[in-house]
């Protein structure tokens, strides 16, 4: 069994403004990194991302980037419950994992994104993680959709 997951969105915005949403580090704090992201993705950089929820800023590696088609990033995987869930905790793994973001311009002028996880290794403790991570995800594409959309910041004060 292959431990991956796949989440997806239909953003009423334009390719470029959705793209730009992502990889412009004071974008994606405006609504998703809740305690901040340092550095614009592209491919080849190190950036760190922040959140209240998992206290410390952590690296982020961005193998790849196609402006308005992919961003693909690795982080260090961790193995465990999410600690926002009660006794849940969180132990960093000696292995990352991949995460790609597929943009795609529709016909009627929205954009559809996905974003996939893989790479965990077939245990409890990291399925367990890749739930915790799917969450999220599916949390940024909403955060994402409302921020772009209608200038609501849904995760403002989620989690401190």
Known sequence: MELKFRVA?????????VFEAVADPAKLSAYFTTGGAKGRLETGATVTWDFHDYPGAFPVYVIEVVKDERIVLEWQASEGEAPNVEGGEL????????????????????????ISEEGWRENQAALSASYGNCQGWAQMLCALKAWIEHGINLRADMYK
Do not use: H, N, Q
């Open 91 to 114: 132990a960093d793994a000696d292995y990352r994992t991949r995460v790609t973001m597929s943009f795609k311009a529709l016909d009627d002028g929205r954009t559809l994104v996905e």
């Open 9 to 17: 969105a239909r953003i009423a915005k334009p390719i470029d403004e």
